[in-house]
């Protein structure tokens, strides 16, 4: 059984800050993987995506992949109210292309 | 990315039907799959849809009890059948898009929310 974990929340951040979501995954062989905003209702939506070791940069949003340690990060930067929503670690199997979720982390930005 | 429609985007039900979830892709895709997620939990895989043959199911879920059917590369139900209130979901069906890369990205339709009295 594939596990993605994440801290469930609620994380809560004031306006302006850094928003830090964590996950740790079990499958040792997994290749990719992908951050997805879910707003309250809505279905999810992809954020970002990393599959190299390191840091990967795009706009506020800065993900981070520790293979060894099976470990990946999402560093959301200067937080708006409008980044509330529940964000979901989602990790492939290794050699297919489904998704196994984590429970998600819930985070609110304070005005 | 691709433009992914469900119907119906939400549906009562009674204890014992079965209802017939659709979902329409604006391109062709090769793979598309079908999620669960129940009230405030994560997405749960519940198969893959094999275009021109049987769906892969995940552990867990059987095909008597969830019936797909993928017809061409753009198109496939799902069906949940006898439902009970424990069915009460929201059901997601997703595609891939390859990207050249070593990863594929998928994205996910809006959904269908079932509500099982």
């Known amino acids: 059984q594939k596990e993605v974990e994440q801290n469930s929340g609620p994380l809560s951040v004031p306006e302006g800050a850094i928003a830090s979501l964590n996950c740790t995954y079990s499958?040792?062989?997994?290749?990719?993987f992908f951050w997805y905003r879910q707003y309250s209702g809505k279905s999810p939506e992809l954020i970002m995506f990393?599959?190299?070791?390191g840091d990967k940069e795009d706009g506020r949003f800065t993900a981070q992949l520790n293979k060894a340690s099976q470990y990946v990060s999402l560093l959301i930067r200067d937080s708006q109210p409008s980044d509330s929503a529940t964000y979901l670690c989602a990790v492939n199997e290794a050699g297919a292309n489904n998704l196994f979720f984590g429970t998600g982390t819930r985070l609110t930005v304070i005005p | 990315s691709a433009v992914i429609s469900q119907k119906p985007s939400r549906d009562i039900c009674q204890r014992g039907t079965s209802l017939t979830i659709q979902c329409q892709v604006d391109s062709q895709v090769t793979m598309m799959f079908w999620y669960r997620q129940q009230p405030g939990q994560s997405l749960t895989l519940i198969a893959t849809a094999n275009q021109g043959s049987e769906a892969t199911y995940e552990s867990g879920f059987v095909i008597d009890k969830f019936p797909i059917s993928r017809p061409n590369l753009t198109f496939s139900t799902l069906t949940v059948s006898n439902m009970s209130p424990e069915d009460s979901s929201i059901y997601l069906c997703?595609?891939?898009?390859?990207?050249?890369?070593?990863?594929?990205?998928?994205?996910f339709g809006p959904g269908t929310r079932l509500t099982v009295l």
């Open positions: 997703s595609v891939v898009i390859g990207t050249g890369e070593l990863f594929d990205e998928q994205f």
């Open positions: 990393i599959y190299s070791n």
């Open positions: 499958d040792r062989g997994s290749q990719s």
